[in-house]
């Protein structure tokens, strides 16, 4: 299911039934939303599979014709997974899986796999981890039941003196994980906040978090901002995620930006804890941009949601940016001028309007800029790195002891190259 980047992508078929209560326009919002996310895993979406019925019956998700059908479609694209708008059950699953002849994610699985990918501290890992294996319980169940009559019968029964059964014993086991996770979990969440400042003093890098739902044009953002892949190849950038890269034009000090997953219009309610884990990036950032599709028709209610589990994860008083993206598919540009000032209204298709939030994002870290003059003893030379890194050396003068350098840079960042420098007893430093 993992792909890696120099395979070629995975075909697969967005798949849903539509039942009466779910209006055309949900129904398709919903689907634009599924082949968003099969992008976000990589897949290329190579078909789109429907059909109106009043309800699901408990083992066949679509209708027996149906499946003919599909089973046509897939040979005729090529196709190797099909991917359904729903969370089906596990037989669901099975019995579709088998009878199409490919493998079959669900909703649930298709974000699941997402967040997995996405998570980067221990804390969302352990987060996610526990929403996984909550979905795989009941699909393991299921696979012992096909595994033959004998573990049914022996799974069926209530009291048993003997022997476990194989799913029984993963059940159980799985039951242990989840407790042991979630005792991970209670354990650090007050680590949690201190590695945090750690890592941020560490990197001692001024960052960016792209937050907002899928769709919204938040990769497509990341790419402009931070220009050529080229930047890879730097040392730095190579032992970071993918999703977090330098703005491009480079800038003094170097500004990190990351995207995150994205909001989604579906979540399955399991997922909510998760998810939000994975915002965790945007708990690091010293600015997040807010970007919203100006042309969705549902946008403030958009808005809202995402300010609200911003709100609830802690990130309320990092500041932000309130970025109107697609502005030239659709939107108001002077109502949402009137109604969020200080926005942006842009479209990241336009190269001029890149430029200005690039702009905006660097005037933003230069308002917290001061200016300062730290000695630099020849004994700790090892900072000279980081102090280039972090500040613009506006003037630079040598004597027998060392290096006078008088630094432009962000208040925080010159406190902490003061705090480096007072630990080998100099410090000569003003604002
Ligand atoms: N017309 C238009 N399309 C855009 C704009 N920004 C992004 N898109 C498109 O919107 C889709 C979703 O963009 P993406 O960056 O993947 O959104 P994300 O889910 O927020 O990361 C892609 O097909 C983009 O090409 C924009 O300003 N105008
Ligand atoms: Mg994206």
Same mark, same amino acid.
């Given at each position: 299911?993992?792909?890696?980047?120099?395979?070629?992508?995975?075909?697969?078929?967005?798949?849903?039934?539509?039942?009466?209560?779910?209006?055309?326009?949900?129904?398709?919002?919903?689907?634009?939303?599924?082949?968003?996310?099969?992008?976000?895993?990589?897949?290329?979406?190579?078909?789109?599979?429907?059909?109106?019925?009043?309800?699901?019956?408990?083992?066949?998700?679509?209708?027996?014709?149906?499946?003919?059908?599909?089973?046509?479609?897939?040979?005729?694209?090529?196709?190797?997974?099909?991917?359904?708008?729903?969370?089906?059950?596990?037989?669901?699953?099975?019995?579709?899986?088998?009878?199409?002849?490919?493998?079959?994610?669900?909703?649930?699985?298709?974000?699941?796999?997402?967040?997995?990918?996405?998570?980067?501290?221990?804390?969302?890992?352990?987060?996610?981890?526990?929403?996984?294996?909550?979905?795989?319980?009941?699909?393991?169940?299921?696979?012992?039941?096909?595994?033959?009559?004998?573990?049914?019968?022996?799974?069926?029964?209530?009291?048993?003196?003997?022997?476990?059964?194989?799913?029984?014993?993963?059940?159980?086991?799985?039951?242990?994980?989840?407790?042991?996770?979630?005792?991970?979990?209670? +354990?650090?969440?007050?680590?949690?906040?201190?590695?945090?400042?750690?890592?941020?003093?560490?990197?001692?890098?001024?960052?960016?978090?792209?937050?907002?739902?899928?769709?919204?044009?938040?990769?497509?953002?990341?790419?402009?901002?931070?220009?050529?892949?080229?930047?890879?190849?730097?040392?730095?950038?190579?032992?970071?995620?993918?999703?977090?890269?330098?703005?491009?034009?480079?800038?003094?000090?170097?500004?990190?930006?990351?995207?995150?997953? +994205?909001?989604?219009?579906?979540?399955?309610?399991?997922?909510?804890?998760?998810?939000?884990?994975?915002?965790?990036?945007?708990?690091?950032?010293?600015?997040?941009?807010?970007?919203?599709?100006?042309?969705?028709?549902?946008?403030?209610?958009?808005?809202?949601?995402?300010?609200?589990?911003?709100?609830?994860?802690?990130?309320?008083?990092?500041?932000?940016?309130?970025?109107?993206?697609?502005?030239?598919?659709?939107?108001?540009?002077?109502?949402?001028?009137?109604?969020?000032?200080?926005?942006?209204?842009?479209?990241?298709?336009?190269?001029?309007?890149?430029?200005?939030?690039?702009?905006?994002?660097?005037?933003?870290?230069?308002?917290?800029?001061?200016?300062?003059?730290?000695?630099?003893?020849?004994?700790?030379?090892?900072?000279?790195?980081?102090?280039?890194?972090?500040?613009?050396?506006?003037?630079?003068?040598?004597?027998?002891?060392?290096?006078?350098?008088?630094?432009?840079?962000?208040?925080?960042?010159?406190?902490?190259?003061?705090?480096?420098?007072?630990?080998?007893?100099?410090?000569?430093?003003?604002?």
């Amino acid at each position: 299911m993992m792909q890696d980047i120099d395979q070629k992508p995975k075909r697969a078929i967005v798949a849903a039934v539509q039942r009466p209560s779910v209006s055309d326009l949900e129904f398709e919002a919903s689907l634009t939303e599924l082949r968003q996310l099969a992008k976000t895993l990589g897949f290329e979406v190579v078909g789109k599979f429907t059909q109106k019925r009043a309800g699901f019956d408990k083992t066949a998700y679509f209708g027996t014709g149906k499946r003919e059908e599909l089973k046509e479609q897939i040979l005729e694209n090529h196709a190797e997974i099909i991917l359904i708008d729903h969370e089906i059950s596990p037989s669901q699953a099975f019995n579709l899986g088998k009878e199409a002849g490919c493998e079959v994610m669900d909703r649930t699985m298709v974000i699941l796999e997402i967040f997995h990918r996405h998570a980067s501290s221990r804390f969302a890992r352990a987060q996610v981890e526990i929403a996984r294996l909550g979905y795989m319980a009941p699909r393991l169940r299921e696979a012992a039941k096909e595994a033959g009559p004998k573990d049914r019968g022996r799974s069926g029964t209530g009291g048993r003196s003997g022997g476990e059964s194989h799913g029984e014993l993963d059940r159980r086991k799985i039951r242990d994980r989840i407790a042991e996770l979630q005792e991970e979990l209670d +354990g650090m969440a007050l680590e949690h906040k201190t590695q945090r400042a750690r890592r941020r003093e560490r990197e001692g890098l001024a960052r960016v978090a792209l937050v907002g739902y899928t769709n919204a044009g938040k990769s497509t953002l990341m790419r402009a901002l931070t220009g050529s892949e080229a930047l890879v190849a730097d040392k730095l950038f190579a032992t970071l995620d993918t999703t977090v890269r330098a703005l491009h034009p480079e800038t003094v000090p170097r500004v990190l930006v990351s995207d995150t997953v +994205g909001f989604i219009k579906n979540l399955p309610h399991g997922l909510v804890a998760s998810f939000k884990s994975t915002l965790d990036e945007a708990l690091e950032a010293s600015l997040l941009l807010h970007v919203v599709d100006a042309s969705d028709a549902g946008f403030e209610r958009q808005l809202a949601v995402t300010e609200k589990v911003l709100a609830e994860i802690g990130a309320q008083d990092v500041p932000r940016l309130l970025v109107f993206n697609k502005i030239d598919r659709g939107g108001d540009e002077a109502a949402l001028r009137a109604k969020y000032p200080g926005c942006i209204v842009m479209s990241a298709k336009r190269e001029g309007d890149v430029a200005r939030l690039h702009e905006a994002i660097v005037a933003f870290f230069q308002r917290r800029l001061v200016e300062a003059e730290l000695f630099l003893p020849w004994s700790a030379q090892k900072l000279r790195g980081q102090i280039f890194a972090t500040c613009t050396v506006l003037e630079e003068r040598a004597d027998a002891e060392g290096a006078f350098l008088r630094v432009r840079g962000e208040a925080e960042a010159v406190e902490r190259l003061r705090e480096q420098l007072g630990e080998t007893g100099t410090i000569r430093a003003r604002s």
